[in-house]
């Protein structure tokens, strides 16, 4: 039995689909434990692409279980949605391969309305979220306001329950002169829904221990990244829920002891969607890759902003997570580069620090500190075995190893699953 947790080390789309893709081959099941359809993982396998957003990754394995924990915010909506994309791709889902945790909360039509409407509130302080309703459903979560999916296999509760949240939220959206949620309609979609999740929920909790006791493998997929997180993240500039290690056991129900293993996925440079600080935001890099046609989000569609690597974040990420090892991804990306920085340290005003400040004023605030690297020159994405990659690239990593404390495992030098190599 070996349990494993994959957590992002920066601020998400690090390539945490396709490490996990590539480590499901050796686990039985597969959990997500936090967030909700706001992230998109994009895994290519056998040519074709598929884009994954409330589903885990092992989805695209023959006899792999998927779970949705508890953790999660789930929206039956995008996940009717997607569970049609993906089928018409020819993966077969049904509660043989999908199970969905009874006490995940829903993400519902009004909460859509209310993150645009809180979004547009917020004027030039947006957090630019992905619009999906994530945070008003924690919010709703945490105020003990929220509906729970085990709703959804007893109908006219969920009808009554959810009659009583649209009447409370369309009066708040009739004072912001927001478009208001009709009701009709959405009762019927979402009970439509329902009956077609019901089969899928379960409690998931129960089913993880038994798996757990069988001797079976666990697979946590994170979601987002260490910088989102809640708590640890660039606050407010955050998603709503802990997307850090600890998150994959509350989010799951299965207990920290019965971990065995934490792997940090970064990208060899850095990237950030949405607002907010970022030490090494660099244009050039961003035009580089987005002339390479790379770094468009999966979930928006957003150009993400770009810059170099930066150890400070990954190493406080390493060591917040308890990393005991990282995958790197994208090092291809770094290709055609004269020279490649990293950031080993920021200055805040005329201090040298090593860990990020707490506020995002400060972090704002800081000045990289950087050290030059002489890049490969060299085309990476034919690299099938680690030995072979250019000293160069391999002088890369070992400094970064370094730098943040914990080795490299996996490295990533293109999307497919054959481009990822053993360290
Ligand atoms: P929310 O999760 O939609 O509330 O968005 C909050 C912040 O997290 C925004 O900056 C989003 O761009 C960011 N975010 C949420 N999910 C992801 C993801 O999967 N990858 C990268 N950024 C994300």
């Known amino acids: ?11 998400g789309d690090e390539g945490k689909g396709k490490i996990v893709d590539y480590l499901t081959e050796k686990t039985d099941v597969v959990v997500r434990a936090a967030g909700g359809n706001n992230a998109g993982h994009t895994v290519i396998s056998g040519g074709q692409k598929y884009v994954l957003h409330l589903i885990p990754s092992g989805i695209l ?14 929206d039956p909506l995008g996940l009717l949605e997607e569970i049609a994309k993906l089928r018409g791709q020819g993966v077969s889902i049904t509660p043989e391969n999908l199970l969905i945790s009874e ?3 829903l993400v519902m039509p009004y909460h859509k309305g209310l993150d645009k409407a809180r979004e547009a509130k917020r004027g030039d302080k947006k957090i630019g979220t992905t619009g999906r309703g994530i945070g008003p459903a924690y919010a709703d979560k945490v105020e003990r306001d929220g509906l729970r999916t085990i709703l959804m296999t ?11 949240r649209l009447a409370r939220h369309n009066a708040t959206f009739a004072e912001l002169g927001v478009d208001l949620v009709p009701v009709e309609e959405t009762v019927k979609t979402v009970l439509e829904a329902a009956k077609a999740l019901a089969p899928h929920i379960t409690n998931t909790t129960v089913y993880l221990h038994e798996a757990i ?5 666990l697979l946590f997929e994170g979601a987002q990244g260490t910088y989102l997180d809640i708590d640890h993240g660039t606050y407010p500039f955050v998603t709503s829920s802990n997307t850090t290690a600890g998150g994959a056991c509350t989010g799951s129900g299965v207990p920290p002891r019965m971990i065995d293993k934490v792997v940090a996925v970064g990208k060899a440079y850095t990237t950030r969607v949405g607002s907010g600080p970022f030490v090494t935001e660099n244009e050039e890099i961003g035009d580089m890759l987005h002339n390479m046609g790379r770094e468009f989000g999966a979930t928006t569609g957003r150009a993400r902003r770009c810059g170099w690597l930066d150890a400070v974040l ?21 290709d055609g580069l004269e020279t490649i920085q990293i950031c080993t340290a920021y200055k805040l005003r005329g201090k ?25 020159k ?6 099938t075995n680690f030995a072979d990659l250019p000293d160069l690239a391999k002088a890369y990593l070992k400094r970064l190893e370094e730098l943040v404390g914990a080795k490299v495992g996996l490295l990533g030098v293109g999307p497919a699953r054959e481009q990822t190599l053993v360290a």
């Open 352 to 376: 040298t620090i090593h860990y990020p400040p707490s506020t995002a004023a400060d972090l704002a605030a800081c000045e990289p500190v950087y050290e030059t690297h002489q890049g490969w």
């Open 378 to 383: 060299q085309d990476l994405s034919g690299i």
């Open 314 to 334: 990954v190493r406080y990420a390493v060591m917040l997570n308890g990393a005991d090892e990282l995958a790197i991804t994208n090092l291809d990306g770094l």
């Open 61 to 74: 394995w023959k006899d792999k279980m998927c779970v949705i924990g508890n953790g999660v915010v789930m």
């Open 1 to 11: 039995m070996s349990n494993t947790i994959v957590v992002g080390a920066q601020w």
């Open 213 to 217: 006791k069988a001797g079976k493998n």
């Open 103 to 105: 006490t995940a909360h």
């Open 154 to 164: 007893q109908p006219e509760v969920l009808e009554e329950e959810l009659r009583d």
